[in-house]
């Protein structure tokens, strides 16, 4: 059972640029959010995906934008990308827990994917 | 302003012994907590949680305690084993309107070093 994959591992860009990266959840999962980790920092929620549609939106800015497609896949999208920008990015998936019982080991991380704007 | 504070950016523990992670929250509609453990270079993985109607959880070696008048909660892990070392988070979650469980926010972690 493949657990949640994510790609690139590894990138680099240069200021300005725009940036995808790409999530698929656990096998059953229908929820993807996405959280950026500074160094020294703890992982920072930026959106959420269910259905399709973003249900959730943490304290970041417009140049971030996701996708969720039907398969439940995820894309991250950051457009003119800054030095700041530089962080781990990773993404977690989830079961909807609509009027269920949340216990909290629902969740599952990826390895993230590391990006480097220079 | 952080929500969830781990004022300890280091821990340094002797095989055997116990560890104790201390972590404080701010909003008082938080009403799940969870800590997760992480490797370099590795997603963060779940350890173990608890609800705001319980004031401990245990499995196994580890044990989190939630004081919910002090805003505080604590991780226990006994006894410690040198593969312990890793960056711990301690995370909190609101129920969204709706009953759904809201997105996790993290403290900046601790790093636990067990020394054999």
């Known amino acids: 059972d493949a657990g949640v994959t994510q790609s690139p591992t590894h990138l680099i860009k240069t200021r300005g640029q725009q940036v995808t990266l790409r999530c698929s959840p656990k096998?059953?999962?229908?929820?993807v959010s996405w959280y950026q980790q500074a160094l020294g920092q703890g992982p920072q929620f930026i959106f959420q995906y269910y259905e399709e549609e973003e249900r959730q939106r943490g304290n970041f800015p417009d140049r971030f934008s996701g996708h969720q497609f039907p398969n439940y896949s995820s894309e991250l999208n950051v457009n003119a990308l800054l030095l700041g920008d530089s962080a781990l990015y990773l993404c977690a998936s989830s079961l909807a827990s609509l009027g269920r019982d949340w216990s909290g080991n629902t969740i599952y991380f990826g390895e993230g994917s590391w990006l480097t704007v220079v | 302003d952080q929500q969830v504070k781990q004022n300890s950016p280091s821990l340094s523990v002797q095989e055997g012994r116990i560890s104790i992670l201390n972590c404080d929250y701010t909003n008082s509609m938080f009403d799940y907590f969870l800590w997760y453990k992480k490797y370099p270079a590795e997603g963060p993985t779940f350890l173990i949680s608890?609800?705001?109607?319980?004031d401990k959880n245990e499995d196994g070696r580890f044990t989190v305690f939630l004081n919910k008048s002090a805003k505080h909660l604590s991780l226990h892990i006994v006894p410690s084993q040198p593969g312990d070392s890793a960056v711990y988070f301690c995370a909190a979650s609101e129920r969204n309107y709706g009953g759904s469980q809201g997105n996790l926010i993290f403290g900046k972690g601790t790093k636990l070093s067990v020394k054999p």
């Open positions: 096998s059953g999962h229908d929820t």
């Open positions: 608890i609800s705001s109607i319980k």
